[in-house]
């Protein structure tokens, strides 16, 4: 059984960081790209960034210079640090797991709703971004 869990949500002045983790299960890395998803209250579903096992990523235009996507393969744990937030980082932040070319695709436009997702998704975490 596939699962993702994430961590590291919370409250946070604008400027600040966070890191969020993603524990992920039940599939190789190698298989599927890595990355997270956000949405916001009223708002569609964003992509935010994304990773392969071969290290290659990719980033939504906005987080570009303030986000960092890792991940530790040994630990099967895939990162994201986000520095310089911003008030419209507010968002409930979903780890995903998907085919790699469709998880870059979505990164870069809007991702599929739950119900034309080809992929794992968590349960999310919540990160507000206080002004």
């Known amino acids: 059984e596939v699962q993702l869990v994430e961590s590291g949500g919370g409250l946070v002045q604008a400027g600040g960081s966070l890191r969020l983790s993603c524990a992920f299960s039940g599939f190789t890395f190698g298989d599927l790209a890595i990355g997270w998803f956000r949405q916001a209250p009223g708002k569609e579903r964003e992509g935010v960034a994304c990773i392969s096992n071969d290290g290659t990523t990719v980033y939504e235009e906005s987080v570009k210079g303030r986000f960092t996507i890792s991940s530790d393969n040994a630990n099967n744990t895939v990162y994201l640090q986000m520095n310089n937030l911003k008030p419209e980082d507010t968002a409930v932040y979903y780890c995903?797991?998907?085919?790699?070319?469709?998880?870059?695709?979505?990164?870069?436009?809007?991702?599929?709703?739950?119900?034309?997702?080809?992929?794992?998704r968590g349960r999310g975490t919540q990160v507000t971004v206080s002004a």
């Open positions: 995903v797991a998907a085919p790699v070319l469709l998880l870059r695709i979505w990164v870069l436009s809007t991702p599929p709703s739950d119900g034309n997702f080809n992929g794992h």
